[in-house]
């Protein structure tokens, strides 16, 4: 079985460039997720999606970060102008539904670097 | 927000011992997992643990659940520098069904 793909693995903008990530989520799940991953901390959620509509967006820093999910199945997420603090690892997720006990399977992530 | 914060924050083992590691938290949990993240493999899920259940085991892994004392810990026998990585703890709590994750133990098994 394929696993979640993320494009591009790495990624090095000066700050107040946009930059856009994308993710193609395994077959069938309905359920996608993106996360930020600073250095030495561990993943925090930034949206969710359930299909195309979002469930949980409420860490999105929305003056600069947007994602969409059409059709359901891939997924971007840009920033737009990134800052310094953008520096991290963009992490994407896709479950078989957004409930409790079911598991998550993440993509390789793409490492962002604003300089 | 609810999330696990694990202990040790750095660990580092000779191939074979046992590595156990640890995660608190703070409010009543509907489960918590266990994900390891290396650079080869990005992160993968490990265990899940329901509130109700107080073990699970997975090969060499041996997860344990006290809810009394708002706890989990992770233990991995004869570990093998193939173990070497980032583990982290995510909780799920309340009416939310987005796992929580802390800040992660990083395992260093020697050769």
């Known amino acids: 079985e394929a696993g979640v793909a993320q494009s591009p693995r790495y990624k090095i903008i000066e700050k107040r460039q946009s930059v856009a990530f994308w993710c193609n989520p395994i077959?069938?799940?309905?359920?996608l997720y993106w996360y930020q991953q600073i250095l030495g901390q561990g993943p925090k959620l930034l949206i969710q999606f359930q299909n195309n509509g979002v469930v949980d967006d409420s860490q999105l820093p929305k003056d600069r970060f947007s994602a969409e999910r059409l059709k359901g199945v891939d997924s971007t997420l840009k920033i737009q102008p990134a800052k310094l603090e953008d520096s991290a690892v963009y992490l994407c997720?896709?479950?078989?539904?957004?409930?409790?006990?079911?598991?998550?399977?993440f993509g390789p992530g793409t490492r962002l670097t604003v300089l | 927000s609810q999330q696990g914060e694990e202990d040790p924050q750095a660990l580092s083992i000779q191939e074979g011992e046992n590595a156990t590691m640890n995660c608190s938290y703070k409010t009543s949990i509907n489960n918590l997992q266990w994900y390891r993240q290396n650079s080869g493999r990005g992160l993968v899920h490990l265990i899940l643990?329901?509130?109700?259940?107080r073990e699970k085991h997975s090969g060499r892994l041996r997860v344990t659940l006290d809810t009394s004392k708002k706890s989990s810990s992770l233990l991995i026998t004869a570990s093998r520098a193939a173990d070497t990585a980032s583990y982290f703890c995510?909780?799920?709590?309340?009416?939310?069904?987005?796992?929580?994750f802390g800040r992660g133990t990083s395992l260093i098994v020697h050769p």
């Open positions: 995510a909780v799920q709590a309340g009416g939310s069904y987005i796992p929580t």
């Open positions: 077959s069938g799940h309905a359920t």
């Open positions: 997720a896709s479950s078989l539904r957004g409930t409790l006990y079911n598991e998550q399977f």
């Open positions: 643990i329901r509130s109700n259940e």
